[in-house]
Protein backbone atom coordinates (compact mmCIF):
# COMPACT_ATOMS: atom_id res chain seq x y z
CA UNK A 1 0.00 0.00 0.00
CA UNK A 2 0.97 3.39 -0.65
CA UNK A 3 1.52 6.15 1.43
CA UNK A 4 -0.56 8.97 0.63
CA UNK A 5 0.15 11.48 -2.24
CA UNK A 6 -1.32 14.02 0.60
CA UNK A 7 1.45 13.16 2.86
CA UNK A 8 3.91 14.72 -0.21
CA UNK A 9 1.67 17.43 -1.01
CA UNK A 10 1.59 18.84 2.81
CA UNK A 11 4.95 18.43 3.02
CA UNK A 12 5.78 20.57 -0.07
CA UNK A 13 2.97 22.98 1.41
CA UNK A 14 4.61 23.30 5.22
CA UNK A 15 8.20 23.79 3.71
CA UNK A 16 6.35 26.71 1.24
CA UNK A 17 9.34 29.53 0.99
CA UNK A 18 11.75 26.42 -0.23
CA UNK A 19 9.55 24.57 -2.49
CA UNK A 20 8.40 28.21 -4.09
CA UNK A 21 12.50 29.01 -4.88
CA UNK A 22 13.19 25.34 -6.20
CA UNK A 23 9.88 25.30 -8.49
CA UNK A 24 10.60 29.06 -9.22
CA UNK A 25 13.95 27.52 -10.69
CA UNK A 26 12.56 24.77 -12.66
CA UNK A 27 9.80 27.16 -14.03
CA UNK A 28 12.62 29.55 -15.44
CA UNK A 29 14.12 26.37 -17.32
CA UNK A 30 10.87 25.17 -18.59
CA UNK A 31 10.33 29.07 -19.54
CA UNK A 32 13.68 28.72 -21.54
CA UNK A 33 12.39 25.22 -23.08
CA UNK A 34 9.54 25.96 -24.02
CA UNK A 35 10.13 29.43 -25.45
CA UNK A 36 12.90 27.33 -28.07
CA UNK A 37 9.85 25.21 -29.23
CA UNK A 38 7.11 28.15 -29.25
CA UNK A 39 9.82 29.99 -31.49
CA UNK A 40 10.39 27.13 -33.68
CA UNK A 41 6.93 26.21 -33.89
CA UNK A 42 5.78 30.05 -34.22
CA UNK A 43 8.77 30.23 -37.11
CA UNK A 44 7.37 26.93 -38.65
CA UNK A 45 3.66 28.11 -38.34
CA UNK A 46 4.33 31.49 -40.14
CA UNK A 47 6.51 30.21 -43.11
CA UNK A 48 3.79 26.88 -43.42
CA UNK A 49 1.05 28.92 -43.45
CA UNK A 50 2.12 31.34 -46.38
CA UNK A 51 1.93 28.45 -48.42
CA UNK A 52 -1.64 27.04 -49.91
CA UNK A 53 -1.62 22.97 -50.14
CA UNK A 54 -3.46 23.15 -53.40
CA UNK A 55 -0.84 25.65 -54.91
CA UNK A 56 1.82 24.62 -56.28
CA UNK A 57 5.41 26.42 -56.83
CA UNK A 58 8.09 25.64 -59.59
CA UNK A 59 11.63 27.02 -59.04
CA UNK A 60 14.99 26.27 -60.92
CA UNK A 61 16.08 22.83 -59.95
CA UNK A 62 18.99 22.41 -56.98
CA UNK A 63 17.64 26.11 -55.76
CA UNK A 64 16.33 26.18 -52.11
CA UNK A 65 14.72 29.45 -52.36
CA UNK A 66 13.10 32.03 -54.64
CA UNK A 67 15.81 34.44 -54.53
CA UNK A 68 18.08 31.88 -55.79
CA UNK A 69 15.74 30.61 -58.68
CA UNK A 70 15.54 31.48 -62.11
CA UNK A 71 12.90 30.21 -65.02
CA UNK A 72 13.23 31.69 -68.23
CA UNK A 73 10.46 32.91 -69.97
CA UNK A 74 10.36 29.81 -72.36
CA UNK A 75 10.13 27.90 -69.95
CA UNK A 76 7.82 29.25 -68.16
CA UNK A 77 5.40 28.96 -71.43
CA UNK A 78 5.95 25.35 -71.15
CA UNK A 79 4.86 25.17 -68.13
CA UNK A 80 1.96 26.98 -68.29
CA UNK A 81 0.91 25.19 -71.62
CA UNK A 82 1.13 21.48 -69.47
CA UNK A 83 -2.74 20.37 -68.70
CA UNK A 84 -4.03 20.32 -65.64
CA UNK A 85 -3.88 24.02 -63.88
CA UNK A 86 -6.68 25.31 -63.22
CA UNK A 87 -8.69 27.53 -64.34
CA UNK A 88 -10.07 30.91 -62.33
CA UNK A 89 -13.50 32.64 -62.38
CA UNK A 90 -12.34 35.59 -65.52
CA UNK A 91 -11.16 31.90 -67.68
CA UNK A 92 -7.54 32.61 -67.58
CA UNK A 93 -5.12 29.87 -66.29
CA UNK A 94 -4.54 30.44 -62.13
CA UNK A 95 -1.02 30.73 -62.68
CA UNK A 96 1.22 33.91 -61.60
CA UNK A 97 5.37 34.64 -63.02
CA UNK A 98 6.66 36.03 -60.26
CA UNK A 99 9.86 37.76 -59.39
CA UNK A 100 11.51 37.55 -56.05
CA UNK A 101 14.39 40.50 -55.21
CA UNK A 102 16.05 41.72 -52.24
CA UNK A 103 16.43 45.52 -51.36
CA UNK A 104 17.95 47.17 -48.45
CA UNK A 105 15.19 49.44 -46.75
CA UNK A 106 16.07 51.82 -43.46
CA UNK A 107 13.70 51.16 -40.67
CA UNK A 108 11.74 53.71 -38.93
CA UNK A 109 12.96 54.82 -35.40
CA UNK A 110 16.37 53.52 -35.45
CA UNK A 111 17.26 54.01 -39.37
CA UNK A 112 19.10 50.82 -39.79
CA UNK A 113 18.55 49.15 -43.41
CA UNK A 114 17.36 45.99 -43.30
CA UNK A 115 16.63 43.42 -46.56
CA UNK A 116 13.32 43.27 -47.49
CA UNK A 117 11.23 40.92 -50.25
CA UNK A 118 10.12 42.91 -53.45
CA UNK A 119 7.51 40.72 -55.27
CA UNK A 120 6.85 40.77 -58.70
CA UNK A 121 3.11 39.68 -58.94
CA UNK A 122 0.66 38.65 -61.63
CA UNK A 123 -3.04 40.06 -61.57
CA UNK A 124 -3.16 36.09 -60.61
CA UNK A 125 -0.88 36.22 -57.26
CA UNK A 126 -3.61 37.94 -55.08
CA UNK A 127 -6.47 35.16 -56.19
CA UNK A 128 -3.52 32.36 -55.64
CA UNK A 129 -2.82 33.56 -51.53
CA UNK A 130 -6.61 34.01 -50.37
CA UNK A 131 -5.04 34.89 -47.11
CA UNK A 132 -3.43 38.17 -48.51
CA UNK A 133 -6.26 40.53 -48.82
CA UNK A 134 -6.22 44.49 -49.49
CA UNK A 135 -6.77 46.23 -46.05
CA UNK A 136 -6.00 50.24 -46.88
CA UNK A 137 -5.76 52.06 -50.78
CA UNK A 138 -5.95 50.04 -53.54
CA UNK A 139 -4.39 47.43 -55.43
CA UNK A 140 -1.17 48.38 -57.91
CA UNK A 141 -2.26 49.47 -61.82
CA UNK A 142 -0.60 46.92 -63.71
CA UNK A 143 2.05 48.61 -65.62
CA UNK A 144 2.86 51.17 -63.61
CA UNK A 145 5.20 52.07 -61.22
CA UNK A 146 2.91 51.44 -57.97
CA UNK A 147 3.34 49.22 -55.41
CA UNK A 148 1.52 48.10 -52.38
CA UNK A 149 3.14 47.12 -48.84
CA UNK A 150 2.58 44.52 -46.00
CA UNK A 151 1.27 45.39 -42.94
CA UNK A 152 4.63 44.28 -41.60
CA UNK A 153 6.49 46.08 -43.65
CA UNK A 154 4.67 49.49 -43.45
CA UNK A 155 4.68 49.65 -39.53
CA UNK A 156 8.05 49.19 -39.37
CA UNK A 157 10.20 50.83 -42.75
CA UNK A 158 10.71 53.82 -43.79
CA UNK A 159 8.68 55.41 -46.92
CA UNK A 160 6.39 52.28 -47.02
CA UNK A 161 3.09 53.65 -45.81
CA UNK A 162 0.41 54.65 -47.90
CA UNK A 163 1.24 57.76 -50.06
CA UNK A 164 4.78 57.40 -49.31
CA UNK A 165 7.86 56.83 -51.98
CA UNK A 166 10.16 54.48 -51.96
CA UNK A 167 13.26 54.14 -54.73
CA UNK A 168 14.78 51.25 -56.15
CA UNK A 169 15.74 49.61 -59.45
CA UNK A 170 16.54 53.57 -60.78
CA UNK A 171 12.94 54.50 -60.32
CA UNK A 172 10.12 56.02 -57.75
CA UNK A 173 7.70 53.83 -56.26
CA UNK A 174 4.27 54.95 -54.76
CA UNK A 175 2.91 52.71 -52.21
CA UNK A 176 -0.95 52.74 -53.33
CA UNK A 177 -2.07 50.16 -50.81
CA UNK A 178 -1.54 48.02 -47.72
CA UNK A 179 -2.24 44.39 -47.53
CA UNK A 180 -2.49 42.21 -44.46
CA UNK A 181 -1.11 38.01 -45.10
CA UNK A 182 -2.46 37.13 -41.48
CA UNK A 183 0.74 35.28 -40.06
CA UNK A 184 2.18 34.62 -43.17
CA UNK A 185 5.08 35.83 -44.47
CA UNK A 186 3.69 37.76 -47.43
CA UNK A 187 3.41 40.28 -44.65
CA UNK A 188 6.60 41.21 -44.91
CA UNK A 189 6.84 41.57 -48.52
CA UNK A 190 6.34 44.53 -51.17
CA UNK A 191 4.02 43.72 -53.61
CA UNK A 192 4.49 45.15 -57.63
CA UNK A 193 3.80 44.64 -61.14
CA UNK A 194 6.51 41.80 -62.61
CA UNK A 195 6.71 42.91 -65.71
CA UNK A 196 7.72 46.39 -64.71
CA UNK A 197 10.16 45.65 -62.11
CA UNK A 198 11.59 42.97 -63.97
CA UNK A 199 12.45 46.21 -66.23
CA UNK A 200 13.43 48.16 -63.22
CA UNK A 201 16.01 45.98 -62.04
CA UNK A 202 16.86 44.34 -65.62
CA UNK A 203 15.81 40.81 -64.99
CA UNK A 204 15.47 38.48 -68.08
CA UNK A 205 14.31 36.00 -66.22
CA UNK A 206 11.66 35.32 -63.84
CA UNK A 207 11.94 33.59 -60.17
CA UNK A 208 9.01 31.44 -59.51
CA UNK A 209 5.69 30.00 -61.40
CA UNK A 210 2.82 29.62 -59.02
CA UNK A 211 -0.22 27.75 -59.95
CA UNK A 212 -3.09 25.97 -58.92
CA UNK A 213 -4.03 22.58 -59.91
CA UNK A 214 -7.42 21.74 -61.39
CA UNK A 215 -6.92 18.25 -59.08
CA UNK A 216 -4.53 18.52 -56.44
CA UNK A 217 -4.12 14.51 -56.25
CA UNK A 218 -2.62 14.97 -59.69
CA UNK A 219 0.18 16.81 -58.24
CA UNK A 220 2.78 13.68 -58.14
CA UNK A 221 1.97 13.53 -61.95
CA UNK A 222 2.52 16.60 -62.83
CA UNK A 223 5.57 16.88 -60.66
CA UNK A 224 7.19 14.03 -62.94
CA UNK A 225 5.71 15.77 -65.99
CA UNK A 226 7.83 18.78 -65.03
CA UNK A 227 10.64 17.69 -63.88
CA UNK A 228 11.18 14.70 -66.18
CA UNK A 229 11.06 16.90 -69.32
CA UNK A 230 14.52 18.08 -70.59
CA UNK A 231 13.74 21.37 -71.51
CA UNK A 232 12.44 22.06 -68.31
CA UNK A 233 15.71 22.51 -65.17
CA UNK A 234 13.08 23.13 -63.01
CA UNK A 235 11.15 21.16 -59.99
CA UNK A 236 7.74 21.45 -58.60
CA UNK A 237 6.81 21.69 -55.03
CA UNK A 238 3.62 22.16 -53.17
CA UNK A 239 3.78 25.18 -51.60
CA UNK A 240 3.54 24.53 -47.85
CA UNK A 241 6.29 21.68 -48.18
CA UNK A 242 8.59 24.52 -50.03
CA UNK A 243 7.92 27.04 -47.12
CA UNK A 244 8.54 24.28 -44.69
CA UNK A 245 11.91 23.72 -46.31
CA UNK A 246 13.07 27.25 -46.08
CA UNK A 247 12.52 27.21 -42.25
CA UNK A 248 14.42 24.31 -41.56
CA UNK A 249 17.26 25.23 -41.01
CA UNK A 250 16.53 28.66 -39.04
CA UNK A 251 14.39 26.05 -36.73
CA UNK A 252 17.61 23.94 -36.29
CA UNK A 253 19.89 26.83 -34.77
CA UNK A 254 17.08 28.18 -32.89
CA UNK A 255 16.35 24.21 -31.65
CA UNK A 256 20.48 23.99 -31.11
CA UNK A 257 20.91 27.22 -29.34
CA UNK A 258 17.60 26.85 -27.30
CA UNK A 259 18.53 23.04 -26.37
CA UNK A 260 21.93 24.13 -25.50
CA UNK A 261 20.46 26.94 -22.92
CA UNK A 262 17.80 24.46 -21.60
CA UNK A 263 20.63 21.84 -20.51
CA UNK A 264 22.91 24.29 -19.20
CA UNK A 265 19.75 25.88 -17.17
CA UNK A 266 18.09 22.30 -16.31
CA UNK A 267 21.19 21.38 -14.43
CA UNK A 268 21.22 23.93 -12.37
CA UNK A 269 17.74 23.19 -11.76
CA UNK A 270 17.94 20.03 -11.46
CA UNK A 271 20.85 20.37 -8.88
CA UNK A 272 18.49 22.82 -6.56
CA UNK A 273 15.73 19.62 -6.95
CA UNK A 274 18.58 17.20 -5.60
CA UNK A 275 19.53 19.65 -2.95
CA UNK A 276 15.43 20.65 -1.75
CA UNK A 277 15.09 16.48 -1.79
CA UNK A 278 18.05 15.79 0.18
CA UNK A 279 17.22 18.58 3.06
CA UNK A 280 13.45 17.03 3.49
CA UNK A 281 14.87 13.29 3.72
CA UNK A 282 17.85 15.00 6.24
CA UNK A 283 14.76 16.34 7.74
CA UNK A 284 12.38 13.62 7.99
CA UNK A 285 14.42 10.51 8.95
CA UNK A 286 12.76 9.92 12.35
CA UNK A 287 9.43 10.15 10.37
CA UNK A 288 10.85 7.51 7.38
CA UNK A 289 11.83 5.20 10.28
CA UNK A 290 8.38 5.52 12.09
CA UNK A 291 6.54 4.57 8.82
CA UNK A 292 9.12 1.75 8.27
CA UNK A 293 8.61 0.20 11.66
CA UNK A 294 4.76 0.60 10.77
CA UNK A 295 5.25 -1.88 8.23
CA UNK A 296 5.49 0.58 5.08
CA UNK A 297 8.59 -0.81 2.43
CA UNK A 298 11.38 0.55 1.18
CA UNK A 299 9.60 0.85 -2.45
CA UNK A 300 6.66 3.13 -0.43
CA UNK A 301 8.84 5.57 1.06
CA UNK A 302 10.91 5.71 -2.30
CA UNK A 303 7.69 6.21 -4.04
CA UNK A 304 6.63 9.37 -1.53
CA UNK A 305 9.62 11.02 -2.02
CA UNK A 306 9.91 10.08 -5.81
CA UNK A 307 5.92 11.77 -5.57
CA UNK A 308 6.95 14.92 -3.79
CA UNK A 309 10.24 15.66 -6.35
CA UNK A 310 8.03 15.27 -9.02
CA UNK A 311 5.06 17.47 -7.68
CA UNK A 312 7.61 20.07 -7.47
CA UNK A 313 8.36 19.62 -11.28
CA UNK A 314 4.89 19.49 -11.95
CA UNK A 315 4.70 23.20 -10.28
CA UNK A 316 7.64 24.22 -11.91
CA UNK A 317 6.38 22.99 -15.41
CA UNK A 318 2.98 23.91 -14.69
CA UNK A 319 4.42 27.68 -13.64
CA UNK A 320 6.94 27.95 -16.49
CA UNK A 321 4.32 27.47 -19.43
CA UNK A 322 2.19 30.11 -17.68
CA UNK A 323 4.69 32.28 -17.91
CA UNK A 324 5.86 31.23 -21.59
CA UNK A 325 2.19 31.72 -22.68
CA UNK A 326 2.36 35.61 -22.09
CA UNK A 327 5.22 35.52 -24.74
CA UNK A 328 2.70 35.01 -27.54
CA UNK A 329 2.32 38.52 -27.06
CA UNK A 330 5.99 39.18 -28.43
CA UNK A 331 6.19 39.83 -32.32
CA UNK A 332 9.86 38.57 -33.28
CA UNK A 333 11.31 40.70 -36.61
CA UNK A 334 14.63 38.94 -37.81
CA UNK A 335 16.58 37.82 -40.55
CA UNK A 336 15.13 34.66 -42.38
CA UNK A 337 19.10 33.85 -43.64
CA UNK A 338 17.86 31.15 -46.31
CA UNK A 339 16.07 33.72 -48.01
CA UNK A 340 18.07 37.04 -46.73
CA UNK A 341 14.79 38.64 -46.22
CA UNK A 342 13.41 40.25 -43.09
CA UNK A 343 10.21 37.69 -41.49
CA UNK A 344 8.47 39.02 -38.83
CA UNK A 345 6.60 35.89 -36.69
CA UNK A 346 5.18 35.32 -32.91
CA UNK A 347 5.73 32.60 -30.01
CA UNK A 348 3.14 30.04 -30.94
CA UNK A 349 2.31 27.68 -27.77
CA UNK A 350 0.32 24.47 -29.12
CA UNK A 351 -1.19 21.71 -26.73
CA UNK A 352 2.09 19.86 -27.18
CA UNK A 353 4.81 22.42 -26.75
CA UNK A 354 2.58 22.80 -22.91
CA UNK A 355 2.91 19.09 -22.58
CA UNK A 356 6.06 18.48 -23.70
CA UNK A 357 7.20 21.42 -21.41
CA UNK A 358 5.42 19.97 -18.23
CA UNK A 359 7.14 16.26 -19.06
CA UNK A 360 10.54 17.79 -19.32
CA UNK A 361 10.26 19.58 -15.78
CA UNK A 362 8.22 16.04 -14.31
CA UNK A 363 12.07 14.68 -15.69
CA UNK A 364 14.33 17.30 -14.03
CA UNK A 365 12.04 16.58 -10.76
CA UNK A 366 12.36 13.09 -10.89
CA UNK A 367 16.31 13.77 -11.90
CA UNK A 368 17.26 15.73 -8.94
CA UNK A 369 14.77 13.66 -6.39
CA UNK A 370 15.53 10.34 -7.35
CA UNK A 371 19.21 10.13 -5.42
CA UNK A 372 17.83 11.61 -2.46
CA UNK A 373 14.84 9.33 -2.70
CA UNK A 374 17.03 5.87 -2.61
CA UNK A 375 18.94 7.31 0.21
CA UNK A 376 15.47 7.84 1.88
CA UNK A 377 14.13 4.38 1.05
CA UNK A 378 17.75 2.81 2.29
CA UNK A 379 17.37 4.31 5.88
CA UNK A 380 17.60 1.58 8.35
CA UNK A 381 14.94 1.52 10.58
CA UNK A 382 16.98 1.57 13.88
CA UNK A 383 19.27 4.17 12.99
CA UNK A 384 16.30 6.32 11.25
CA UNK A 385 14.39 6.02 14.61
CA UNK A 386 17.73 6.29 16.58
CA UNK A 387 18.00 9.94 14.59
CA UNK A 388 14.46 11.14 15.71
CA UNK B 1 -8.83 -12.49 32.61
CA UNK B 2 -5.94 -12.31 30.96
CA UNK B 3 -4.53 -16.07 29.25
CA UNK B 4 -1.06 -16.70 30.45
CA UNK B 5 0.47 -18.71 27.95
CA UNK B 6 4.08 -17.62 25.78
CA UNK B 7 3.36 -14.94 23.49
CA UNK B 8 6.65 -14.51 23.22
CA UNK B 9 9.96 -16.94 23.41
CA UNK B 10 13.54 -15.31 23.32
CA UNK B 11 16.37 -17.92 22.81
CA UNK B 12 20.07 -17.52 22.97
CA UNK B 13 19.87 -14.11 21.63
CA UNK B 14 22.99 -12.47 20.97
CA UNK B 15 23.47 -9.23 19.12
CA UNK B 16 26.67 -7.10 18.35
CA UNK B 17 27.34 -3.66 16.43
CA UNK B 18 30.25 -2.71 14.34
CA UNK B 19 32.01 0.47 15.40
CA UNK B 20 34.83 0.98 13.15
CA UNK B 21 36.97 -2.13 13.19
CA UNK B 22 35.72 -3.10 16.39
CA UNK B 23 32.58 -5.67 17.33
CA UNK B 24 30.79 -3.70 20.62
CA UNK B 25 28.85 -6.91 22.04
CA UNK B 26 25.47 -5.61 22.96
CA UNK B 27 23.30 -9.30 23.84
CA UNK B 28 24.56 -12.03 24.95
CA UNK B 29 23.03 -15.07 25.33
CA UNK B 30 19.52 -14.12 26.40
CA UNK B 31 16.43 -16.40 26.59
CA UNK B 32 13.12 -15.60 28.37
CA UNK B 33 9.45 -15.88 28.06
CA UNK B 34 7.04 -13.33 27.79
CA UNK B 35 3.11 -14.66 28.75
CA UNK B 36 0.32 -13.69 27.12
CA UNK B 37 -1.95 -10.42 28.17
CA UNK B 38 1.52 -9.24 30.59
CA UNK B 39 2.87 -5.79 31.29
CA UNK B 40 6.53 -6.21 31.11
CA UNK B 41 8.89 -3.73 31.46
CA UNK B 42 12.62 -3.85 30.52
CA UNK B 43 15.16 -1.70 32.74
CA UNK B 44 18.67 -1.29 33.04
CA UNK B 45 21.34 1.64 32.74
CA UNK B 46 21.97 3.15 29.32
CA UNK B 47 23.80 1.10 26.85
CA UNK B 48 22.48 -2.11 28.67
CA UNK B 49 20.94 -3.27 25.62
CA UNK B 50 17.28 -2.89 26.58
CA UNK B 51 16.26 -0.61 23.51
CA UNK B 52 18.00 -3.22 21.23
CA UNK B 53 16.31 -6.22 23.02
CA UNK B 54 12.88 -3.99 22.18
CA UNK B 55 14.11 -3.26 18.36
CA UNK B 56 14.49 -7.34 17.90
CA UNK B 57 11.15 -8.21 19.69
CA UNK B 58 9.43 -5.44 17.20
CA UNK B 59 11.21 -6.96 14.33
CA UNK B 60 12.81 -3.78 13.02
CA UNK B 61 16.58 -5.16 14.01
CA UNK B 62 18.19 -8.45 12.97
CA UNK B 63 19.90 -10.55 15.91
CA UNK B 64 23.20 -12.05 15.67
CA UNK B 65 22.57 -15.91 16.53
CA UNK B 66 19.35 -17.04 18.65
CA UNK B 67 15.57 -17.12 17.74
CA UNK B 68 12.79 -14.94 18.65
CA UNK B 69 9.09 -16.53 18.23
CA UNK B 70 6.52 -14.73 18.66
CA UNK B 71 2.67 -16.07 18.15
CA UNK B 72 4.43 -19.28 17.17
CA UNK B 73 6.08 -17.45 14.35
CA UNK B 74 9.69 -17.19 14.09
CA UNK B 75 10.29 -13.97 13.37
CA UNK B 76 14.59 -14.38 13.38
CA UNK B 77 14.03 -16.22 9.73
CA UNK B 78 11.72 -13.89 7.79
CA UNK B 79 13.48 -11.51 5.28
CA UNK B 80 12.25 -7.93 5.25
CA UNK B 81 9.76 -7.31 3.16
CA UNK B 82 7.96 -10.73 5.10
CA UNK B 83 9.29 -8.73 8.38
CA UNK B 84 7.35 -5.71 6.76
CA UNK B 85 4.22 -7.69 6.50
CA UNK B 86 4.40 -8.83 10.05
CA UNK B 87 5.27 -5.81 12.06
CA UNK B 88 1.88 -4.32 10.08
CA UNK B 89 -0.21 -7.17 11.71
CA UNK B 90 1.14 -7.62 15.19
CA UNK B 91 2.94 -5.20 16.24
CA UNK B 92 2.30 -1.97 17.82
CA UNK B 93 4.64 1.15 18.58
CA UNK B 94 4.77 4.00 21.03
CA UNK B 95 8.25 5.93 20.91
CA UNK B 96 9.63 8.40 23.32
CA UNK B 97 9.11 11.45 21.24
CA UNK B 98 5.73 10.19 20.14
CA UNK B 99 6.74 9.96 16.31
CA UNK B 100 3.91 11.36 14.95
CA UNK B 101 3.96 12.54 11.44
CA UNK B 102 3.47 16.24 11.84
CA UNK B 103 1.94 17.01 8.57
CA UNK B 104 -0.97 14.52 9.33
CA UNK B 105 -4.24 15.05 11.49
CA UNK B 106 -4.77 13.17 14.67
CA UNK B 107 -6.95 11.14 12.71
CA UNK B 108 -4.70 10.32 9.92
CA UNK B 109 -1.71 9.91 11.92
CA UNK B 110 -3.64 6.64 13.47
CA UNK B 111 -5.35 5.48 9.82
CA UNK B 112 -1.51 5.53 8.30
CA UNK B 113 -1.41 1.38 9.65
CA UNK B 114 -4.62 0.90 8.35
CA UNK B 115 -3.50 1.90 4.91
CA UNK B 116 -1.50 -1.06 4.72
CA UNK B 117 -4.18 -3.38 5.16
CA UNK B 118 -7.32 -4.14 2.58
CA UNK B 119 -9.83 -2.65 4.94
CA UNK B 120 -12.32 0.22 2.58
CA UNK B 121 -12.46 3.41 3.37
CA UNK B 122 -15.50 3.48 5.77
CA UNK B 123 -13.89 0.45 7.36
CA UNK B 124 -10.77 2.24 8.14
CA UNK B 125 -12.61 5.18 9.54
CA UNK B 126 -14.80 3.09 12.21
CA UNK B 127 -11.50 1.43 13.20
CA UNK B 128 -9.62 5.26 13.32
CA UNK B 129 -12.78 6.26 15.45
CA UNK B 130 -12.65 3.45 17.67
CA UNK B 131 -9.24 3.88 18.53
CA UNK B 132 -9.78 7.47 18.90
CA UNK B 133 -12.40 6.60 21.45
CA UNK B 134 -10.03 4.42 23.56
CA UNK B 135 -7.63 6.89 24.33
CA UNK B 136 -10.72 9.95 24.75
CA UNK B 137 -9.15 11.99 22.17
CA UNK B 138 -12.23 11.90 19.37
CA UNK B 139 -12.85 15.48 19.76
CA UNK B 140 -9.20 16.24 19.04
CA UNK B 141 -8.99 14.13 15.51
CA UNK B 142 -8.58 17.13 12.78
CA UNK B 143 -5.63 18.65 14.82
CA UNK B 144 -2.37 18.42 13.95
CA UNK B 145 0.45 17.32 16.33
CA UNK B 146 1.76 20.89 16.98
CA UNK B 147 -1.89 21.61 18.21
CA UNK B 148 -1.93 18.99 20.65
CA UNK B 149 -0.04 18.91 24.41
CA UNK B 150 2.65 16.34 24.40
CA UNK B 151 0.61 14.02 26.49
CA UNK B 152 -2.26 14.02 23.59
CA UNK B 153 0.59 13.25 21.31
CA UNK B 154 1.86 10.33 22.90
CA UNK B 155 -2.29 9.26 23.09
CA UNK B 156 -2.49 9.87 19.52
CA UNK B 157 0.60 7.50 19.43
CA UNK B 158 -0.90 4.89 21.36
CA UNK B 159 -4.37 5.00 19.06
CA UNK B 160 -1.89 4.45 15.78
CA UNK B 161 -0.36 1.31 17.36
CA UNK B 162 -3.71 -0.23 18.60
CA UNK B 163 -5.90 0.39 15.64
CA UNK B 164 -4.87 -2.45 13.73
CA UNK B 165 -5.63 -4.39 17.08
CA UNK B 166 -2.26 -6.38 17.37
CA UNK B 167 -1.35 -8.43 20.24
CA UNK B 168 1.81 -7.07 21.31
CA UNK B 169 2.73 -3.35 22.12
CA UNK B 170 6.34 -2.25 22.25
CA UNK B 171 6.78 1.11 24.24
CA UNK B 172 10.22 2.48 24.14
CA UNK B 173 9.97 5.12 27.34
CA UNK B 174 6.78 6.11 26.93
CA UNK B 175 6.72 8.31 29.56
CA UNK B 176 10.84 9.72 28.97
CA UNK B 177 9.13 13.12 27.37
CA UNK B 178 5.97 13.88 29.30
CA UNK B 179 5.36 15.67 32.65
CA UNK B 180 4.04 13.49 35.80
CA UNK B 181 0.27 14.21 35.17
CA UNK B 182 0.45 13.16 31.70
CA UNK B 183 3.04 10.14 31.97
CA UNK B 184 0.28 8.75 35.04
CA UNK B 185 -2.69 8.96 32.02
CA UNK B 186 -0.56 7.41 29.64
CA UNK B 187 0.46 4.37 31.88
CA UNK B 188 -3.14 3.84 33.07
CA UNK B 189 -4.28 3.47 29.10
CA UNK B 190 -1.48 1.04 28.90
CA UNK B 191 -2.78 -0.74 31.91
CA UNK B 192 -6.37 -0.11 30.71
CA UNK B 193 -5.12 -1.94 26.92
CA UNK B 194 -3.88 -4.91 29.04
CA UNK B 195 -6.83 -5.56 31.64
CA UNK B 196 -9.27 -4.65 29.09
CA UNK B 197 -7.86 -5.62 25.66
CA UNK B 198 -5.86 -8.10 26.93
CA UNK B 199 -2.62 -7.04 24.89
CA UNK B 200 0.64 -7.97 25.66
CA UNK B 201 2.96 -4.64 25.98
CA UNK B 202 6.75 -4.72 26.64
CA UNK B 203 7.70 -1.52 27.33
CA UNK B 204 11.79 -0.07 27.80
CA UNK B 205 11.69 2.08 30.90
CA UNK B 206 13.95 4.32 33.26
CA UNK B 207 11.42 5.64 35.21
CA UNK B 208 10.80 3.18 38.71
CA UNK B 209 7.38 4.56 38.55
CA UNK B 210 6.39 3.64 35.40
CA UNK B 211 8.40 0.62 35.98
CA UNK B 212 5.64 -0.31 39.17
CA UNK B 213 2.67 -0.05 36.78
CA UNK B 214 4.25 -3.03 34.91
CA UNK B 215 3.32 -6.79 36.02
CA UNK B 216 6.45 -7.99 35.59
CA UNK B 217 10.34 -6.31 35.69
CA UNK B 218 12.99 -7.78 33.42
CA UNK B 219 16.80 -5.87 34.42
CA UNK B 220 19.16 -5.83 31.85
CA UNK B 221 22.84 -5.00 32.59
CA UNK B 222 25.75 -4.93 29.99
CA UNK B 223 23.77 -7.02 28.26
CA UNK B 224 22.69 -9.83 30.08
CA UNK B 225 19.52 -10.53 32.15
CA UNK B 226 20.42 -9.86 35.84
CA UNK B 227 17.43 -11.70 37.09
CA UNK B 228 16.98 -14.92 35.44
Request: aromatic share 6%; glycine share 8%.
Amino acid sequence: MKIPLSYSMRNLLTRRMTTLLTASGMALVVMVFAATLMLTDGLQKTLVATGSPDNVIVIRKGAQTEVQSGVERQQANLVESLPGIAIGSDGSRLLAKELVVLINLPKRGSNKPSNVVIRGTSPASLALRPQVRLVEGRMPRSGSSEIMTGSGIARRFQGTGIGEHLRFGMRDWTVVGIFDGGTTGFNSEVWGDVDQLMQAFRRPVYSSMLFRLADSSRFDRFKELVESDPRLTLEAKREPRYYLDQSEAMAKFLNILGMTLTIIFSLGAIIGAMITMYASVANRVGEIGTLRALGFRRSSILAAFLAEALILGLIGGLAGVFCASFLQLITISTMNWQTFSELSFSFSLTPVTALVSIVFSLFMGLAGGLIPALRAGRISIVDALRES
Amino acid sequence: MAATSDIVTIRNVTKSYRRGNQLVPVLEDISFDIHSGEFLALMGPSGSGKSTLLNLIAGIDKVDSGSIIIGGCEITTLNETELAGWRAVNVGFVFQFYNLIPVLTAYENVELPLLLTRLSRRERREHVEAALEIVSLTDRMDHRPSQLSGGQQQRVAVARAIVTDPAILVADEPTGDLDRVSAGEILSLMDHLVQDFHKTIIMVTHDPRAAEKAHSIRHLEKGLLTDG
